[in-house]
């Protein structure tokens, strides 16, 4: 199935997504903060992206700028990205749309919400206006 990277600095939420996703045959990498998948993206990418807002050194709208970034100045290859939060102000939804992330979605939710939308992205759909 597909290479799905989750960058979340909650155990909880780490362990929801990457069982979830694994138990339904795709390939899971975690990592606890935003420097260390900095770091990852330099050297590959993931068939799609889930980042947490908030976390340590790097926040998750501070990576999608960068991978946009990234995209457009080497034309790089197009990378889905749901962020997730449990900030449920309009702010913060307002960054994550300007960010340009394809899913916005609040915690909590459900293992097959995560799921859903995982699988729909991966099939092409979309949750917001594409970021392209």
């Known amino acids: 199935m597909a290479n799905?990277?989750?960058a979340d600095?909650?155990?909880f939420y780490r362990k929801l997504i990457s069982?979830?996703?694994q138990d339904n045959g795709h390939d899971v990498m975690t990592l606890h903060n935003g420097m260390n998948l900095s770091l990852v993206l330099e050297e590959g990418h993931p068939d799609l992206l889930i980042l947490d807002v908030f976390m340590a050194q790097k926040n998750g709208i501070e990576l999608l700028e960068d991978l946009n970034r990234k995209?457009?100045?080497r034309e790089e290859l197009y990378v889905p990205v749901?962020?997730?939060?449990?900030d449920d102000s309009k702010e913060t939804e307002l960054a994550v749309r300007k960010a340009k992330a394809d899913c916005f979605m609040l915690k909590p939710f459900s293992?097959?919400?995560i799921l859903e939308v995982v699988n729909h992205l991966l099939?092409?759909?979309e949750c917001a206006k594409r970021r392209r």
């Open 4 to 6: 799905i990277w989750v």
């Open 9 to 11: 600095d909650d155990l």
């Open 19 to 21: 069982e979830e996703l």
């Open 71 to 73: 995209i457009e100045d």
């Open 82 to 86: 749901i962020v997730i939060t449990g």
């Open 111 to 113: 293992k097959k919400k």
């Open 123 to 125: 099939k092409g759909g």
